[in-house]
């Protein structure tokens, strides 16, 4: 059983439900780790403050996350994964790039992100890559009620512009965990990326070798829709409610966990949206620019999303170890595909 914290009230600027975080723990699987090794961790980095209490952070569906209360002081504590977890292509050390990419956004836009006090890849403490970071106010979208929802599109649409107009001479997943290598162009960093995840479904048995080579081959017959002058824009690519910190006021105080951001054409990302449940009207407002709907757009589109939901085969059946689960997102991805004209069958 995992370690209980129901019994532990804790007070502060952080409400936490203690029954909540039990069942949230026990439902995910989460293995709590030993407070010590928690302070140890902190002390690294925060030599002199007073000693920390430990909250796990629920709502994290890939790292392990804590508030760290020290004193008058709340901050946030990501631990990765272990090294022996099933990660797609870019999910590897991905916490590498999040620094980089938080000094940015702190440089060069309004876009609320958190201070990183600390990140330590030296495993001399713990085997994993950590960060330590401030704590933005506010409380998830996904966790709040009343609120007006086309403020908050709006704001999120505005912080998503700034974000795109950040820009980079590479495409592709460029951060600090490399997981490929940076591309001269947008149709050539695609490329890469969707067989790369492909690759990454195979290893799972959940494509077979057939399946494989016809998706591989649909992108290679229609790489000219996306041959075209881009700028390569920091894409966020996972924007959606838990990831939308929110006062009640309806203001946006904080865009979270920008591990999985990678640099190239803002239709990905648009994609994503799509998916999540973001592109609404006052999104589009916040964002101050008209989508391309063309053809040719419409085409990628269908590619970005099937982008999007193949992860999920990897997911389901790495990670969750959840065959099902994961023959039931490779359902959705072939029904996509066959209302949209392709299947194996018909040469397209």
Not at 32 to 43: T, Y
Request: net charge negative; with cysteine.
């Amino acid at each position: 059983m995992p370690q209980s914290v129901a019994a532990r009230r804790i007070s502060g600027p952080v409400s936490v439900n203690a029954a909540q975080i039990d069942y949230d723990i026990e439902r995910r699987g989460i293995v709590l780790l030993d407070p010590n090794k928690l302070s140890a961790l902190v002390a690294a980095h925060r030599p002199g403050a007073p000693a920390p209490s430990f909250a796990p952070i629920a709502t994290g569906k890939f790292n392990t996350s804590y508030w760290v209360f020290s004193g008058d002081e709340v901050l946030v504590l990501r631990i990765a994964p272990p090294d022996e977890t099933v990660f797609l292509f870019y999910e590897k050390q991905m916490m590498r790039q999040e620094p980089d990419i938080h000094q940015r956004l702190l440089a060069h836009t309004t876009v609320p992100v958190a201070k990183i006090i600390a990140f330590d890849d030296s495993r001399s403490l713990i085997d994993r890559d950590y960060l330590l970071m401030e704590r933005l106010p506010g409380t998830p979208w996904s966790a709040a009620s009343d609120v007006d929802e086309d403020r908050i599109l709006s704001q999120v649409g505005a912080y998503l512009a700034q974000t795109h107009q950040l820009k980079s001479e590479r495409f592709g997943y460029l951060g600090a965990h490399r997981p490929m290598t940076p591309q001269p162009s947008w149709v050539d960093a695609f490329s890469v990326m969707w067989n790369k995840l492909i690759d990454d479904i195979e290893r799972t048995g959940t494509y077979d070798g057939r399946e494989s080579s016809w998706l591989r081959g649909l992108l290679e017959r229609h790489r000219a829709i996306f041959d075209r002058p881009v700028a390569s824009s920091l894409l966020h690519m996972d924007v959606w409610q838990q990831n939308i910190l929110v006062e009640p006021s309806g203001d946006v105080t904080g865009v979270v966990d920008w591990d999985r951001a990678l640099w190239g054409d803002p239709e990905i990302e648009f994609a994503v949206l799509d998916y999540c449940g973001i592109s609404k009207p006052a999104f589009w407002e916040g964002y101050g620019k008209a989508r391309d709907w063309s053809p040719e757009a419409r085409r990628r589109q269908l590619f970005y999303l099937l982008y999007e939901l193949q992860k999920y085969i990897v997911i389901r059946s790495g990670r969750d170890r959840n065959e099902a689960w994961a023959r039931q997102y490779k359902q959705q991805v072939l029904d996509l595909l066959r209302r949209a004209g392709f299947s194996p069958g018909n040469g397209s």
